[in-house]
């Protein structure tokens, strides 16, 4: 039985003072919840004021991207190293955003998975189709190259670190979810593609998460399905209402 992941991204929101007592008051509420794994992934200036924030607490850290170097001249981007000094555990690769506004690649996405497990870091892998793909019954397709080329070269072993998140892109921050039969379609897609190109054992191991508009008014029909496991919870993570019914309606 796969333990349920409830995942927060918080995109460029929050300020270190802020993140801090949002944090606290998420430490406050469910800070010794157990039965579901819980993360919080503010933007890079606050990420060490929540981790100090949420110590002692249940809640892991994760940062929301990373370059695949170690160090160098790269102007403006963050290592893997830099992240685990701050105390992040887990790291958001291939979000739809930064596949829409920064041109990540696939390449891209397979570069920064292999440096993230390389450093001891857990990688959540973002793919997704758009509204145009799936309107022109591309939808599989289009998951199908990204898990292709996004996981080349990755041993079974690699693959156990990471979390998959499966975002259609037309449902992120517009307020319209999949459906449960949607999503669950396309996780047990994603798993059968798991299952087919590395193993039965690493297929029922992974973590599918879903992400798109997720309230605590949807996450019961969502993870109610086999194949869905949690959700990655954009909007709806920075009310701590709102995050806290999420994480309790997930058991």
Same mark, same amino acid.
């Given at each position: 039985? #796969? &333990?349920? $992941?409830?995942?927060? !991204?918080? +995109?460029? =929101? @929050?300020?270190?003072?802020? *993140?801090?007592?949002?944090?606290?008051?998420?430490?406050?509420?469910?800070?010794?919840?157990?039965?579901?794994?819980?993360?919080?992934?503010?933007?890079?200036?606050?990420?060490?004021?929540?981790?100090?924030?949420?110590?002692?607490?249940?809640?892991?850290?994760?940062?929301?991207?990373?370059?695949?170097?170690?160090?160098?001249?790269?102007?403006?981007?963050?290592?893997?190293?830099?992240?685990?000094?701050?105390?992040?555990?887990?790291?958001?690769?291939?979000?739809?955003?930064? #596949? &829409?506004? $920064?041109?990540?690649? !696939?390449? +891209?996405? =397979? @570069?920064?998975?292999?440096? *993230?497990?390389?450093?001891?870091?857990?990688?959540?892998?973002?793919?997704?189709?758009?509204?145009?793909?799936?309107?022109?019954?591309?939808?599989?397709?289009?998951?199908?190259?990204?898990?292709?080329?996004?996981?080349?070269?990755?041993?079974?072993?690699?693959?156990?670190?990471?979390?998959?998140?499966?975002?259609?892109?037309?449902?992120?921050?517009?307020?319209?979810?999949?459906?449960?039969?949607?999503?669950?379609?396309?996780?047990?897609?994603?798993?059968?593609?798991?299952?087919?190109?590395?193993?039965?054992?690493?297929?029922? +191991?992974?973590?599918?998460?879903?992400?798109?508009?997720?309230?605590?008014?949807?996450?019961?029909?969502?993870?109610?399905?086999?194949?869905?496991?949690?959700?990655?919870?954009?909007?709806?993570?920075?009310?701590?209402?709102?995050?806290?019914?999420?994480?309790?309606?997930?058991?």
């Amino acid at each position: 039985m #796969r &333990k349920p $992941f409830i995942a927060g !991204n918080w +995109k460029m =929101n @929050k300020t270190a003072v802020e *993140a801090a007592d949002l944090a606290s008051k998420l430490k406050e509420s469910v800070g010794d919840f157990k039965d579901a794994d819980i993360l919080i992934c503010p933007p890079y200036t606050s990420l060490a004021a929540a981790q100090e924030a949420i110590k002692d607490s249940v809640i892991d850290l994760g940062a929301q991207n990373m370059h695949w170097e170690g160090q160098g001249a790269f102007t403006g981007e963050i290592s893997s190293v830099m992240l685990k000094d701050v105390g992040a555990k887990f790291v958001i690769i291939g979000h739809s955003e930064r #596949r &829409k506004y $920064f041109s990540e690649t !696939n390449e +891209k996405v =397979n @570069k920064k998975i292999k440096a *993230a497990i390389s450093a001891g870091l857990l990688p959540i892998v973002c793919i997704g189709e758009t509204l145009e793909q799936r309107e022109k019954g591309q939808e599989k397709e289009v998951i199908e190259n990204q898990l292709k080329e996004g996981f080349d070269s990755l041993s079974e072993e690699d693959l156990e670190k990471i979390t998959v998140a499966y975002e259609p892109v037309w449902a992120i921050g517009t307020g319209k979810t999949a459906t449960g039969q949607q999503a669950e379609q396309m996780h047990s897609f994603i798993r059968n593609w798991v299952r087919e190109n590395f193993s039965d054992q690493t297929a029922e +191991k992974i973590r599918l998460l879903y992400g798109g508009s997720v309230k605590p008014v949807n996450i019961k029909e969502l993870i109610s399905n086999e194949n869905i496991d949690g959700a990655l919870v954009g909007g709806a993570s920075l009310k701590v209402q709102n995050f806290t019914e999420i994480i309790k309606n997930s058991v």
